[in-house]
């Protein structure tokens, strides 16, 4: 598979060579409807809507959508649940979990849909449209698990500011979703995580460590963080531009730049912005998205051994269309 996706065009063309089947965990929700009726129409990805057949379908009825050719999967009425039950009982049996609590979890959307991408019924999956970020992750990190050689999962949004001239601003923030207060080395996997996802996107990584402080105009645990987070993040990976610790105007501003640290080869070009925590992190990118006329999509997970991607609860059917169509396009693409 291509290295780089280069946008939705893309990976629908990626999609349509390969088509793939995606599970929504609120399959009566109707943007998750709207954008299922939109896919199917393009027929490139299959949806599985999880809910109750009459549910889904009466929701349909009643919004609308054509979602004629979904496969609407109901947890209560799965043929397969007893197989089912028996493998989340395997999986996390160092959990002690019993056939009887396990029968109940998985009438949950998020467990069930998660379950079944773990059994190859789908390759990916969408979920948050109502379940908060907590709720659709962790089933995730439970049964999907982080891949062989990743210490930890985490995300990143890809941020696309559509401009006059046709070529797109596209920026990657790490980690905005996942780990609450990354310590120093897996600021350092976020990092490389977030450039590879980045190249996806078109983006060359030029990757900054943000401060408070720009290579040591300031002092204290936090700056140091950052800075050694950078060395640790150098040493994975010698050949990408990465620097820090960066205050964002420093990242950002060649004149900035020029004043603050005049050498450094990241400073005012950075592309791909690595916060301290999940609040700079969170806050930064909804900065960028509702006063910077940036689109965002993600959070995007990383290191998954499936793609599952969630929503936020205040997405619409466009936001739905959109992370159904990366999700499904992240099925064998190596971010190595
Ligand atoms: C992701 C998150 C839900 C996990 O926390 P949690 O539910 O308390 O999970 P736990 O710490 O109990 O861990 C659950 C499992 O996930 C694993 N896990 C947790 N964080 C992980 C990570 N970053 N990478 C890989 N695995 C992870 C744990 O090892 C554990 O595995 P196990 O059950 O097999 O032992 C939590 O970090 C969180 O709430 N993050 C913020 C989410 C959020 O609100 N984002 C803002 C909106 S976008």
Not at 56 to 83: L, S, T
Not at 103 to 111: D, T
Not at 137 to 146: D, G
């Amino acid at each position: 598979m291509s290295r780089n996706m280069h946008g939705f065009g893309a990976m629908i063309k990626k999609l349509k060579q390969s088509p793939k089947k995606i599970v929504f965990t609120e399959g009566s929700d109707p943007r998750i409807l709207e954008a299922a009726s939109r896919l199917l129409a393009s027929n490139f990805l299959t949806p599985l809507l999880v809910g109750t057949q009459e549910e889904v379908e009466e929701a349909a009825e009643e919004y609308g959508y054509n979602i004629r050719g979904a496969q609407i999967i109901d947890p209560a009425k799965f043929e397969k649940i007893d197989e089912m039950v028996e493998m989340l009982c395997e999986l996390r049996k160092s959990k002690n979990l019993q056939p009887e609590r396990a029968r109940e979890i998985l009438l949950q959307g998020n467990y069930f849909g998660t379950m079944l991408v773990k059994m190859g019924y789908a390759d990916s999956l969408l979920g948050g449209a109502t379940y908060t970020t907590a709720d659709t992750i962790r089933p995730a990190l439970q049964l999907i698990k982080a891949k062989p050689g990743h210490n930890i999962v985490s995300s990143c949004f890809i941020l696309v500011r559509p401009s006059a001239t046709g070529e797109n601003e596209v920026l990657a923030m790490a980690d905005c979703a996942i780990n609450i207060k990354p310590n120093e080395d897996e600021l350092a996997e976020i990092a490389i995580e977030a450039a590879k996802c980045g190249q996806l996107f078109g983006i060359d990584p030029k990757v900054a460590f943000l401060s408070y402080s720009t290579l040591g105009s300031g002092a204290g645990e936090d700056v140091d963080k950052m800075h050694n987070a950078a060395l640790k993040a150098k040493a994975l990976n010698p050949n990408l531009p990465i620097s820090g610790e960066m205050q964002f105007d420093a990242a950002v501003s060649p004149r900035v730049a020029r004043t603050k640290c005049p050498d450094d080869p990241v400073a005012g070009h950075a592309n791909v912005f690595i916060f301290p925590d999940i609040n700079a992190g969170n806050i930064g990118y909804k900065i960028a998205q509702r006063m910077g006329n940036f689109e965002a999509y993600g959070p995007i997970l990383l290191g998954l051994n499936s793609p599952i991607n969630d929503l936020s609860r205040g997405c619409n059917a466009d936001e739905v269309y959109s992370m159904a169509i990366i999700t499904a396009a992240l099925v064998d693409e190596e971010l190595e």
